[in-house]
């Protein structure tokens, strides 16, 4: 007999049974759902609703199966449903009629609110360790590039000189924002559920408090039918999950693109490539594709959500049994890839003279022929059509700018003078940018003291 079945006249079919059961993939929230019947039983016996020694009884029984759990001597059973109704049938079957009495004041409504907001808080800190390490790589790895000159570019075009370090800061700024969004989702995230029952609460006596400092919530929920209702933590998570994930498959697109022959910017190392079962010269970056691949994956589980809930009337309906594996799929997949990110990031060969010869085409110092005219008051927007006419020109000889001659420039325009060799030189264009947030080497170290200062804070 099911520890619901008392209304119904017979049992579920056994294809309903299979269906209906989420054993299979709601087991991994083991512990959460025992911490929470720990103080939920706690509070009763507190509360008089059951005694003092049922509450031990009760204790003692839990961390054993906890145990047994965790040691892999239990078989979860799918006709028990999930891991709730399991635990419980495991108390019952150990301690008799007293372990009946745990779910006194509580439902499984409830109860799976609790688990999945105790088991995202953890995963969220975990994650968030996650970022931090790779935060310290790239900080370090900036540290040691701070000089290494390398192109710029929009619309995937050479644009202006930039340096390694700076491009590495600015990925920096990026995963700084995942961690913050992770934090910021925890004031919402800590808020502790139980006692909210099925929809309406209880005629029990409860201590809602006693409960939240037991399991280290912030805060108890406010309305029982929100309580039991919701699954918006899940999807904020989801959502900070999304965007770690952009930011790693962005990442990702650039290292295979740099480690290719026509960019040759870095070379990956043996340990996160791979090669070809017919062609012996290639080494492939499919750890960097994977990444980039599974990125699709974390999305479909945020959309797989976001479609469950947007049309369920209020209050717990069973289409929120969706929200698991979306969540530990989720939650998996951008954890593993972290950790094989970090490490393929930190082997990472950076060809830094590749880099600065690659910076000299592309006419990438135009704009700085542009400000030279500006800065000697010629109106900006005639400077831009001035060089844009001298690249034009360039372009048609086969020459760099820097192949012209002083006559040449001048032909141009009278304002130009000797100093424009080196003022078009790509060191002096890097040099030059020296405000807060650009990629001079004097406010690239600035930024790597204040961004450990921040991720420090954080």
């Not at 995963?175 to 992770?182: H, K, N, S, V």
């Not at 994956?297 to 049309?311: A, F, N, S």
């Not at 950076?350 to 910076?359: H, L, N, P, S, Y």
């Amino acid at each position: 007999m099911k520890l619901w079945g008392g209304r119904f006249a017979k049992g579920n079919d056994r294809l309903m049974e299979d269906f209906h059961s989420s054993i299979g993939f709601d087991q991994r929230l083991c512990k959460e759902d025992i911490l929470g019947s720990l103080a939920h039983s706690a509070m009763l016996a507190k509360q008089g609703i059951i005694s003092e020694e049922e509450g031990e009884i009760i204790a003692k029984a839990l961390k054993e199966i906890l145990a047994e759990i965790e040691n892999g001597e239990v078989e979860f059973d799918v006709a028990a449903e999930d891991i709730h109704m399991n635990i419980e049938t495991m108390l019952i079957a150990k301690i008799g009629d007293v372990g009946k009495k745990l779910h006194t004041a509580r439902s499984r409504n409830d109860q799976v609110a609790l688990d999945c907001r105790l088991y995202l808080l953890k995963e969220t800190d975990n994650v968030i360790a996650l970022l931090k390490d790779l935060e310290e790589t790239l900080l370090s790895m900036a540290e040691e590039h701070t000089d290494t000159v390398m192109p710029g570019y929009t619309h995937l075009q050479k644009a202006q000189p930039v340096t390694f370090a700076h491009h590495l800061l600015a990925y920096f700024e990026m995963f700084l924002r995942d961690i913050g969004r992770l934090n910021d989702s925890k004031k919402r995230l800590s808020v502790m559920p139980l006692g909210s029952g099925a929809l309406a609460g209880t005629v029990f006596p409860l201590d809602r408090e006693f409960v939240k400092e037991k399991l280290n919530f912030d805060a108890i929920s406010a309305n029982s039918m929100d309580g039991v209702s919701d699954r918006d933590f899940v999807i904020e998570f989801l959502s900070a999950a999304s965007l770690i994930m952009t930011h790693l498959s962005r990442f990702c697109e650039e290292i295979i693109l740099w480690s290719t022959g026509e960019f040759a910017f870095v070379t990956l190392d043996d340990g996160y490539s791979t090669g070809s079962s017919i062609m012996p010269q290639k080494k492939n970056p499919d750890a960097a594709e994977l990444i980039r691949g599974k990125t699709g994956r974390v999305y479909g589980d945020l959309i797989t959500l976001l479609t469950v809930m947007k049309g369920i009337p209020l209050a717990y309906n069973k289409d929120m049994q969706e929200d698991k594996e979306a969540l530990f799929d989720a939650v998996d997949t951008v954890k593993g890839c972290l950790m094989v990110f970090k490490p393929m990031l930190a082997t990472l060969t950076i060809r830094g003279e590749e880099m600065r010869k690659k910076a000299e085409g592309g006419f990438i110092n135009a704009t700085d022929a542009a400000d030279y005219l500006a800065e000697r008051g010629v109106p900006f927007r005639e400077a831009h059509a001035i060089i844009g006419n001298i690249v034009l020109s360039c372009e048609q000889e086969g020459k760099a700018l820097k192949d012209l001659t002083i006559e040449e420039w001048k032909s141009f325009s009278p304002a130009f003078a000797e100093d424009i060799y080196d003022f078009i030189a790509i060191e002096t264009s890097v040099r030059r940018r020296n405000i807060p947030g650009a990629p001079s080497p004097e406010q690239t170290k600035t930024a790597l003291k204040n961004g450990k200062r921040r991720l420090e804070e954080i």
